[in-house]
């Protein structure tokens, strides 16, 4: 009772200092409306940094909140205090400022402070003895209303927008990128959340870029000349917005605000944004940010308006600004204070002394209010329709995660895509479009796409590219020097795929081929150590690399663009004629089919005849002979016996006819057989070289005298050379017994020596690679393919293994065999689908033979009924 006396002469006493402020920057704000006679009073305390903008810009949201929220609801029966404290842009005041209004005014609720660092000891006191701690800007992820349950969020915090951060950077593709934050525990909370997320979508973060509070300029530009050293080329900025200022105008002097580069804000500043100063946003022209989204709705205007006025008038001083998602949010907060305080039909303050009293500091005074739960509660459950959208509070958080992302353009931010956590980034709220992003304007004025990364060092350097300089196989790699005009042109199938591959990438990238040794006309002897000068000196190897295990320890390889693996080529030999050779036109179940029938032929053939011819007639073993006879005698048409029967004269016409064309096939046969001369490799199996302790080729510099060494072969067993010409001449000579090779190399040879064969007359043959891949078979000589070489850890190398696959996978790669190599399954002999010699088949005859069975059995019907018929008649 003495309480609500005290509490209506307070209301009586300022009422005519409304809205005042005392001079240690704090005040009391009442409702200017009409006060009910029987009113509650319930105080609030409000935390800000009153003396600067952002302060200031909240007490006009909160002043203006409280006498709308009255004027429009005059019947309520509670009205909030507010008592406002100064915190002075500092932890200690912010702190000391809420032990004020929890002491000494007894504050039910407090609003604020301003800053997440301001915050952190206030929700931890205000949890202690229940009093909520409402705050509309602290963002800081490291608060969490989780575990200060009296702590209550009216805005998202930090960590909501890394999804949002890390579906931007993947709809780029970008896989590196450094966080640049302020050295805050503001600043650092959000770290964690943006590095898991970047893990999660592959990308990485090389480094993280600290920025103390108290960094002067030099040490500013000192940092950024770090980062321009290092080659990624994207950043998220993450820091309050006047550090982010004196960062950003750095960023230019230095000239990272350039083409290639992508910077990304996090709302922190994107928030700000409408109302930073000009020269701060003319600095981050080209810039990414995250903002939480506002729908422009009609309220949303008239609040603008009015909240301007509201400014000028308490800040007679300086120019309104543009009201953020904050001020929205303050007003939005308020009322909601305003109605929960009104349902949870509080009492005045009535506080307990805490339990355990810490007698010795000025938080002995503290006591535990009585109202705290029910109070939090109604906080919690209000729901209403805001000014800056729905007010929802799940987990004590406003439940609103929409965010727009906005790029940095003339004076402020152009939203050029949305993102909800359900749909990801998408173009419009309500449109079905595919298109995700509108064009961003990149750093330097530009659209197109930085790729996220450079090259260290300046940036008009060209790739340095290794080429091997080759003797032979130079359908490979083909150096050639012009000593008139000292260039060096570089030409080969491996080339062509480079370059077909480099049009491919989603940017430009300029490159120069340096010969490897040097230009002076010097083999590559060791394509090892070629590949070993790329972690040094060099960006990248093209040419017949191979991937191998060992190499890449040192190096990155691309995908292959070749068929994996290394085979060899052995010459062939003559297959020797066998004595049976006759035999072997006809398939031997054609043979006794043959046989068969003329059997069945001849049996019938006496049995007709046998009655009425006497040539036919004697005793049964005679009459057997006969029909072997009579049978085999047509196979040379030399049958004397005449035929009586007219059954049977059709039965032998239709038997020499098939005869003729039995004969025919076999001659045409026995003809190919006799004169192509099947050819059989003389070696089918590493083991046998082995064995045999033969010696095998190589080609010079190839790691496969490596390979060939691992798998028992003696140093004095291997001969390298280094060209087809070598490879025809060693196997003509009988130098080596093999020549061991990568698959492509071997197929080059194939199909090259297609047509030198016939003119060679020796017995090198196409036919060599089928028998070299036989010995293969089973065999684990497994390798990677020819790819492209970078240094390890280059992003480059991941751009260009997905233009390879898309590549390999369309019909350029065909052409481009096609055009060095030729047409290897188009040789004669050389492709893998050699038919070969084949026999007859009995399929081949069938037709026939079932047409000679049926006839003679018809025939042999009808002679049965005829004789039936004629002894009945
Ligand atoms: C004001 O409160 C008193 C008792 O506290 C009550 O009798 C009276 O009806 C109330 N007046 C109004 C207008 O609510
Ligand atoms: C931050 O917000 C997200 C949702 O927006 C929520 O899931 C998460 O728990 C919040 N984290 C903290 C520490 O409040
Ligand atoms: C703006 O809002 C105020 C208070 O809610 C209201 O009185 C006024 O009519 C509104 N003006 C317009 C143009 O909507
Ligand atoms: C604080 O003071 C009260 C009396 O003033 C006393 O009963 C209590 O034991 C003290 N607590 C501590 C922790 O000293
Ligand atoms: C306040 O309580 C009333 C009824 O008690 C309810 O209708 C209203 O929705 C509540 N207001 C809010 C904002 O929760
Ligand atoms: C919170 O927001 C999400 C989407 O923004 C929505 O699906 C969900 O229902 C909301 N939760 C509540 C309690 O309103
Ligand atoms: C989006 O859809 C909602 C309802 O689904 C509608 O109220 C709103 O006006 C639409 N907005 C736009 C920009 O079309
Ligand atoms: C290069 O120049 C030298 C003279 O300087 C000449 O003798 C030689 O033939 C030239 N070689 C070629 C390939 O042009
Ligand atoms: C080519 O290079 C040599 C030595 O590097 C130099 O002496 C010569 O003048 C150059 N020729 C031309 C045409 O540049
Ligand atoms: C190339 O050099 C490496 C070491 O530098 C060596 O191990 C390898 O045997 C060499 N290869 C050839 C083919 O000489």
């Excluded at 006009?60 to 609801?73: C, E, N, Q, R, W």
């Excluded at 205000?126 to 209303?145: D, E, H, M, R, Y």
């Excluded at 030099?218 to 900025?237: C, G, H, N």
Aim: hydrophobic fraction near 45%.
């Amino acid at each position: 009772m003495l309480n609500y006396h005290f509490s209506l002469v307070l209301l009586f006493f300022f009422s005519f200092i409304c809205c005042s402020f005392d001079k240690h920057g704090g005040g009391l704000l009442l409702p200017a409306f009409g006060m009910a006679q029987n009113t509650t009073i319930v105080h609030v305390g409000l935390v800000l940094d009153l003396e600067i903008l952002a302060g200031k810009r909240s007490h006009a949201s909160i002043s203006m909140a409280l006498d709308d929220f009255y004027a429009s609801h005059p019947s309520y029966k509670t009205r909030l205090l507010i008592h406002s404290r100064d915190s002075k842009q500092d932890i200690i005041h912010a702190a000391s400022a809420a032990l004020d209004l929890m002491k000494n005014t007894q504050a039910q609720v407090i609003i604020g402070p301003y800053r997440s660092s301001q915050a952190e000891f206030i929700i931890n006191i205000g949890n202690k003895i229940q009093v909520p701690v409402i705050s509309f800007s602290a963002t800081s992820p490291a608060l969490a209303p989780e575990r200060t349950p009296y702590f209550v969020r009216t805005t998202n915090n930090d960590s909501s927008q890394v999804a949002a951060i890390s579906a931007f950077v993947k709809s780029f593709g970008w896989r590196e990128v450094v966080l640049v934050y302020e050295d805050t525990s503001f600043g650092s909370g959000i770290i964690p959340y943006l590095v898991d997320v970047f893990q999660s979508i592959g990308a990485k973060v090389p480094y993280r870029s600290i920025i103390s509070l108290s960094v002067n300029d030099d040490q500013l530009k000192e940092e950024l000349y770090k980062l321009m050293a290092m080659q990624t080329r994207v950043f998220i900025v993450h820091m309050e917005p006047h550090l982010a200022s004196r960062l950003f105008t750095k960023v230019n002097e230095v000239g990272m605000m350039e083409e290639g580069y992508v910077w990304i804000m996090t709302d922190v500043i994107g928030n700000m944004l409408d109302s930073l100063n000009s020269r701060s946003v003319e600095a981050m022209q080209g810039a990414v940010a995250m903002r939480s989204y506002m729908p422009r709705s009609e309220e949303m205007e008239n609040f603008t308006r009015r909240w301007k006025a509201r400014f000028r008038q308490e800040n007679p001083i300086s120019e309104p600004p543009e009201p953020t998602v904050f001020e929205a949010r303050a007003y939005d907060t308020l009322w909601t204070l305003a109605m929960a305080v009104e349902n949870a039909t509080v009492s005045s303050s009535s506080f307990r002394k805490l339990p355990q009293g810490y007698n010795s500091t000025d938080l002995g005074g503290l006591s535990v209010s009585q109202n705290g739960p029910k109070l939090l509660e109604a906080i919690l459950s209000t729901r209403f329709r805001g000014i800056a959208g729905d007010f929802v509070l799940v987990n004590g958080q406003l439940n609103s995660s929409v965010y727009e992302i906005v790029n940095v353009i003339g004076k402020a931010g152009r939203r050029i895509a949305f993102w909800t956590p359900e749909l990801g980034i998408f173009k419009q709220l309500n449109s079905t479009s595919s298109v995700s992003l509108k064009t961003v304007i990149w750093p330097g004025d530009t659209t197109s796409l930085p790729k996220g990364w450079e090259m260290p060092r300046d940036k008009e350097r060209k790739l340095k590219i290794l080429v091997p300089v080759k003797n032979g196989f130079k359908e490979f790699v083909n150096i050639a020097f012009d000593n008139t005009t000292n260039r060096t042109t570089v030409t080969g199938y491996c080339i062509d795929v480079f370059e077909a591959v480099m049009q491919l990438l989603p940017y430009a990238v300029s490159y120069e081929y340096v010969p490897y040794p040097n230009a002076k006309g010097q083999i590559a002897d060791n394509y090892t150590n070629m590949v070993l000068q790329v972690s040094s000196q060099f960006d990248a190897v093209v040419g017949d690399t191979t991937i191998i295990a060992s190499r890449s320890k040192y190096v990155d390889f691309t995908l292959p663009y070749t068929e994996s693996g290394v085979s060899m080529i052995v010459p062939v030999k003559a297959e020797k004629r066998n004595m049976w050779i006759f035999l072997t036109p006809l398939s031997s179940e054609l043979w006794l089919w043959t046989l068969g029938l003329f059997l069945f032929i001849g049996l019938i053939l006496c049995l007709i005849e046998t009655r009425i011819n006497p040539e036919f007639q004697g005793p049964p073993l005679q009459q057997l002979g006969m029909i072997f006879y009579f049978s085999f005698s047509i196979l040379t048409f030399a049958h004397r016996e005449r035929l009586v029967s007219n059954l049977s004269r059709i039965i032998v016409l239709l038997w020499v006819f098939v005869v003729l064309i039995l004969t025919s096939a076999y001659t045409a046969s026995l003809t190919s057989f006799l004169t192509v001369q099947p050819l059989e490799p003389t070696v089918t199996d590493v083991s046998e070289l082995l064995k045999n302790n033969k010696i095998v080729g190589y080609q010079d510099g190839s790691y496969v005298a490596d390979l060939l060494k691992g798998l028992g072969f003696k140093a004095y067993q291997l001969k390298n050379y280094s060209s087809l010409e070598q490879y025809i001449d060693a196997l003509n000579k009988s130098e080596v017994a093999a020549i061991f090779d990568d698959i492509p190399s071997l197929k080059l040879f194939v199909s090259q020596n297609c047509a030198n064969v016939a003119m060679a007359g020796k017995n090198i043959i196409g036919k060599i690679y089928k028998a070299a891949h036989i010995a293969m078979v089973g065999k684990t000589f497994k390798t990677g393919g020819f790819g492209f070489v970078f240094p390890l850890g280059s992003p480059l190398a991941r751009d260009v293994s997905r233009a390879i696959l898309s590549l390999t996978q369309s019909n350029k790669m065909t052409t481009i065999e096609r055009k060095w190599f030729g047409d290897v399954t188009s040789c004669p002999h050389g492709g893998d689908d050699d038919p070969g010699l084949s026999n007859l088949k009995l399929q081949s005859f069938g037709g026939l033979f079932l047409i000679t069975g049926v006839v003679t059995a018809l025939t042999f019907f009808l002679h049965i009924s005829h004789v039936l018929f004629s002894k009945q008649g």
